[in-house]
């Protein structure tokens, strides 16, 4: 999942990254509304986590700007404003969930995978294709009733394709899923993170459209 954090406290939006990062998360991180404008209007999020009091612009008026472009990409509030006119009026500007600072980090991933399902209109915790199980909670991964061990990146590799059994993603898609801003990234890292997959699921599981990308689901005929 890849996320942007738009928080103006330099201590808190280190530690925030990075404790996201350790989470298999592509966390990217701006300091100020205008940069977060900026970011938003250009590149695609899965969620995005938003402050209130931010230099230059303020979060709810970032929030009715990216709503206002009809942008429906799941939005936490990370905030000290705990009085219930600041909670109604970010709501009401477009807010999926609101948190009150200081907060734990279990907490803080629930509500994150909380939002990002209802964008996509599932319900169900769990990942599920064919005998695949992935529980984005737990990080556990089996198939049928074999559990798997994988990596921080292989799992976030899996749960992308698998929240999209079917489709076709290419190496980009990918790359831009799994990856934040600075991160180094080798150009045949894809590759090597679906070879490793295939080694623990088997070889049936993960698809490869030649010059096109790969999917998780029943082979395509043709």
Known sequence: MRCLLIEDDEMIGESLRAALRRQ???????????AADAVLATERFDAVLLDLGLPHKGGVEVLKTLRARGDATPVLVLTARDATAD??????AGADDYLVKPFELDELLARLRAVARRAVGRAQPLLRVADLRLDPA??????????LLLSAREFALLQVLMERPGAILSRAQLEDRLYGWGEELESNAISVYVHQLRKKLGDDRIHTVRG???YVGEAKSG
Not at 27 to 34: K, Q
Not at 138 to 147: L, Y
């Open 24 to 34: 298999g998360f592509a966390a990217d991180w701006v300091r100020d509304g205008r």
């Open 87 to 92: 909670k109604v009026a970010a709501l009401d």
């Open 138 to 147: 737990t990080r556990e991964v089996s198939r049928g009733e074999q559990p």
């Open 212 to 214: 096109v990308g790969y």
